[in-house]
């Protein structure tokens, strides 16, 4: 959606689009309905590309690339004049595979991919699209594409960040090493959410190679993603997204496709692995009884208040104050050095599946950009009830 009236308003949304393979010249994007007047730069937007990139257990690309975007339009003088925004964030192993990506030509002579990886899009894409070669799907099925979404929802989290909503993360679990003190972890977020500002906890966590909290279960992340790689196998897990500082009322109950909760959760499950996303304790509260589930509403003194937050800060699909939880389940990638078997698309023949350079475990880069992802849903909830065409109109609204 770019444009929707409800009533007398008009609101603009925020909305991106992608473009490039994995080992083509560079990744585009274009972010539009952004308001005129948001402060960016690329400082800002690499530094969480920077974020992307780290992580114990990524492959080989990361020693190469350094990821940095270029603003090619949208912005002057460090804001944002409300038209769209371009970016481009190169590819430097481009050099090494001008001849196989080549835009012009017509590929003889190249090597063809047709042994399709059990758990990639490499069938799937060969059999949609009609190709006998792999590599078409292959790059552009990559999860190197999220360098540019994280790049492109970098600018909806800034403007979150002027308006007082900011976002974290950080990983629960990789493989059986997880969080288990779960009472304790929420009493070591209560005080890394320092004056309702979740980055804190995204710093905090940064810390980690693995983007754990907790220093027993990070050891044990570290070594089972160590074990694993002597096998040749590859590690999955669970991250969670928090955003703080949400007002009561983002969202709606009205429509199912407003839902809140369900726009968050098309959105993280839209990266790549993850095949699982709960809101709050939304798994847990399943097994409990109502009584255990429902956060009870206080009175205080300016307005009602809660103990706990299990359902995510989000009830009926709308915001309820509290702070947004979100949880997204990454399967292990399905690149393996110790291949499975899978079946040759031209001869027909079973064949062992080929090995594509790629990482271990690649959960602390997925909770980077499940924060990336999160943004622009947020950031449109809060335009479409606030509305404006500028940052100073809506910051006038907001109050």
């Known amino acids: ?27 585009v994007g274009i972010v539009e309905g952004i308001p005129a007047g948001l402060s960016i730069s690329a400082d800002y937007i690499n530094h969480h590309l920077w974020r992307r990139q780290q992580g ?28 769209p925004i371009a970016l481009m964030v190169r590819n430097k192993d ?17 090597e063809k991919i047709t042994l399709p990886r059990p758990g990639h899009a490499d069938y799937v894409g ?43 993360s950080h990983v629960l679990s990789i493989g059986s090493a997880e969080t288990k003190e779960i009472s304790v ?5 209560l005080k890394l959410i320092v004056k309702g500002n979740a980055w804190s906890v995204a710093a905090e966590a940064d810390k980690s190679e693995v983007r754990i909290l907790d220093r027993t279960v990070e050891s044990k992340a570290i070594a089972a993603i160590k074990a694993c790689k002597k096998k040749g196998d590859t590690l999955g897990g669970i991250f969670e997204v928090i955003v703080s500082g949400v007002p009561v009322g983002l969202g709606s109950y009205v429509h199912y496709d407003r839902k809140l909760d369900g726009q968050l959760a098309l959105a993280v499950m839209s990266i790549h692995a993850v095949k699982g996303v709960e809101i709050g304790d939304g798994f847990e509260n399943a097994r409990r009884f109502g009584s255990e589930v429902h956060d009870e509403l206080l009175s205080g003194k300016e ?29 292990p990638i399905s690149t393996l050095a110790n291949p499975l078997r899978t079946v040759d698309i031209n001869t027909g ?20 950009i499940g ?28 109050v």
Not at 61 to 81: Q, Y
Not at 94 to 110: A, D, F
Not at 185 to 189: E, G, I, M, R, S
């Open 56 to 83: 114990y257990g990524r492959g080989g690309r990361m020693r190469i690339e350094t990821d940095t975007v270029e603003i090619l339009s949208g912005v002057r003088f460090g804001k944002t004049l409300g038209s």
């Open 94 to 110: 481009w050099q090494n595979w001008t001849e196989k990506m080549s835009v012009e030509g017509n590929g003889k002579g190249i």
């Open 185 to 189: 972890l929420n009493k070591q977020l």
């Open 1 to 27: 959606m770019t444009e929707r009236i409800e009533g007398s308003k008009e609101y603009t949304m925020i909305r991106y689009f992608t473009a490039g393979e994995s080992h083509g010249q560079a990744l």
């Open 126 to 168: 060969s059999v949609k699209y009609n190709f006998n070669d792999i590599r078409n799907v292959i790059d552009r099925a990559s999860a190197r594409e999220t360098a540019i979404r994280v790049a492109c929802c970098s600018i909806a989290r800034k403007l979150l960040e002027e308006l007082g909503l900011y976002i974290g």
């Open 303 to 331: 307005k009602p208040y809660r103990l706990t937050n299990r359902a995510g800060g989000l009830e009926g699909g709308v915001t309820n104050g509290e702070n947004l939880i979100i949880r997204g389940a990454m399967k």
């Open 371 to 398: 924060e990336a992802v999160v943004a622009p849903v947020v950031a449109n909830a809060l335009l479409e009830k606030f509305g404006g065409d500028s940052m100073r109109e809506i910051k006038k609204r907001l």
């Open 349 to 368: 023949r079973t064949e062992q599946s080929r090995y594509e350079r790629s990482d271990v475990c690649a959960v602390p880069a997925c909770a980077v």
